[in-house]
């Protein structure tokens, strides 16, 4: 049977069948009924198939994506799962002994799911956060930051035994090793602090050698709350460095944000007493924080991690990539943008620079999100909160003035650039008097317990691999290789 027979309805078959076209090889479904109408579909030159009776594209039940090679009119079905193909089915087509088959070129991975994944929920395009499927709001409302890892962690929440024994192991794992504090106190005195933090996590793997048992779930347990608990004092102590100040060991009568707070600021007093309002908006901060899928510092991790390597040195790969001006370094960014920027009045010209590609308006944008972040919604009202106690930041009306005119600036609205978590952070941080350099490393403590809390997704997934990218090789082949002696006669 050939399409151009399709008047005949009487040998159309039940089940589809292929048939040979003058134009390729193309998928005949069988007939259908619709009243008197007898539908019936042919080939379309353009390459996809139509009914010739509506006009519609055929539509089926099946869950496929058909492929037409058209170097060699084959054509090949590979699954659809999830809204996804695998890339290795790809691999098959026009696969022979010279031609290791198609592959997919995706720089940035901007469309390339790298795993299957459980523990956060994002709908960029409708502004949704999810953490084990509970809504960023209502964790930011209600819960803490330790009920939060909890959740990320273990995947649900606790009972109260749970949250008790967790919150109990975490503040008794919060002291590190005096030697840890010597190579911490070696840096120079303007170190960076996220250079600090991620070396002196790194350090961490050599104080605890069996955590490279990675199969092991009480060991993975035990390097997972001794690092959601040491991180507050690596911090800490990189802030106290750079002023000089002496190392404020943990306080374990404390909160998990009350003892980060004593460590940075506490000096002779016996106790510090910190602002509940404080500790409360670094609380919801860190919720914010603790996790958002497969960005660019969990991809490093997961993908360090592939390697088998112990938890320690992955999250340090984590730490590395978000030391970075486009991902956690950006609220740094923002606060110096603002700096600059000075005054409301210097914003059109600052706005018109960005438009005419010279810089960036850092803290709007972002690679999932193409509406208003919503941990951006809830730091914006934290601000308020903050500011109640240490008095408005004056950079707060250039922000508000930036925002305002890009939302409603075609350059931002045709590109669905919108404030992003960072752009009010950073007006948060320096109200508590952190300096921009300390505000990556106020992402890096909380985003911690989702790193891990992917890592041990990772772990445990029996599809990964080592992650391993093809390339598409561009260079030079097989060059005579001239010995320097000559070459430089
Ligand atoms: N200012 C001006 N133009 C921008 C911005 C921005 N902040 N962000 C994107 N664009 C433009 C970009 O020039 C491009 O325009 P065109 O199509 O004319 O070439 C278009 O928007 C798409 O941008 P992109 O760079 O292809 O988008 P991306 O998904 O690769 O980048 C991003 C996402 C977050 C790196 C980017 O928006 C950016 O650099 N933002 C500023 C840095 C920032 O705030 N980063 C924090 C991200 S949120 C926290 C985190 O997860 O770490």
């Not at 709908?123 to 709001?137: A, F, T, V």
């Not at 002023?243 to 909160?255: A, E, I, R, T």
Request: charged share 25%; hydrophobic share 35%; proline share 6%.
């Amino acid at each position: 049977m050939t399409a151009s027979q399709h008047n005949d309805y009487s040998d159309y078959p039940a089940t589809p069948v292929k048939v040979k076209t003058g134009l390729a090889n193309v998928t005949l479904l069988s007939r259908r009924g619709r009243g008197d109408t007898k539908l019936e579909w042919v080939a379309h030159p353009r390459d996809r198939y139509f009914s010739d009776v509506t006009g519609d594209p055929i539509v089926t039940d099946k869950q496929t994506l058909t492929i037409r090679d058209n170097r060699s009119g084959e054509e090949y079905e590979v699954e659809i799962t999830d809204g996804s193909i695998r890339a290795a089915d790809l691999g098959k087509i026009g696969k022979s002994d010279d031609d290791p088959g198609l592959s997919v070129y995706d720089p940035g991975f901007t469309n390339t799911a790298s795993t299957r994944s459980a523990v956060t929920y994002i709908d960029g395009e409708k502004g949704i956060l999810e953490y084990r499927g509970y809504p960023i709001e209502q964790l930011a409302e209600s819960s803490t930051y330790l009920e939060v890892a909890y959740l990320l962690i273990h995947g649900e929440l606790p009972t109260k035994e749970q949250h008790d024994q967790w919150v109990h192991e975490i503040t008794f794992h919060t002291f590190v090793h005096e030697n840890l504090k010597s190579q911490l106190q070696g840096f120079r005195y303007d170190a960076h602090p996220m250079g600090m933090l991620l070396s002196s996590v790194g350090a961490l793997s050599t104080f605890y050698p069996e955590a490279n048992k990675i199969k092991d779930p009480q060991v993975r347990h035990d390097q997972i709350v001794r690092m959601i608990a040491k991180m507050p004092t690596l911090g800490a102590w990189a802030f106290r460095h750079a002023q000089g100040k002496p190392y404020v060991y943990p306080d374990n009568d404390l909160s998990y944000t009350e003892n980060f707070l004593s460590m940075l600021f506490r000096m002779s007093e016996p106790k510090y007493d910190p602002d509940p309002r404080l500790a409360k908006a670094l609380e919801v901060l860190f919720i914010l924080h603790a996790d958002h899928e497969q960005n660019a510092s969990t991809n490093a991790v997961r993908s360090v991690g592939s390697s088998q390597v112990d938890p320690y040195s992955a999250v340090t790969a984590g730490i590395a990539a978000l030391y970075g001006p486009l991902h956690g370094g950006a609220n740094e960014a923002v606060l110096k943008m603002l700096k600059r920027i000075k005054t409301k009045d210097n914003v059109p010209a600052f706005i018109e620079g960005v438009k005419n590609g010279e810089e960036r308006l850092m803290g709007f944008g972002h690679r999932v999100y193409k509406n208003y972040d919503p941990r951006a919604t809830i730091i914006k009202k934290a601000c308020d909160d903050v500011f109640e106690v240490t008095g408005v930041n004056p950079l707060l009306e250039v922000a508000q003035e930036l925002e305002k005119i890009a939302l409603e600036d075609e350059y931002f609205v045709k590109r669905k650039l919108y404030p992003n978590v960072d752009f009010y952070s950073g007006l948060i941080y320096e109200a508590l008097q952190f300096p921009p350099e300390m505000f990556t490393v106020l992402f890096a403590i909380p985003r911690t317990s989702g790193w891990l809390a992917q890592w041990l997704e990772l772990v445990d997934d029996p599809e990964q691999k080592i992650a391993r990218p093809k390339q598409i090789y561009t260079g030079a082949r097989q060059l005579d290789f001239v010995p320097s002696s000559e070459r430089w006669k």
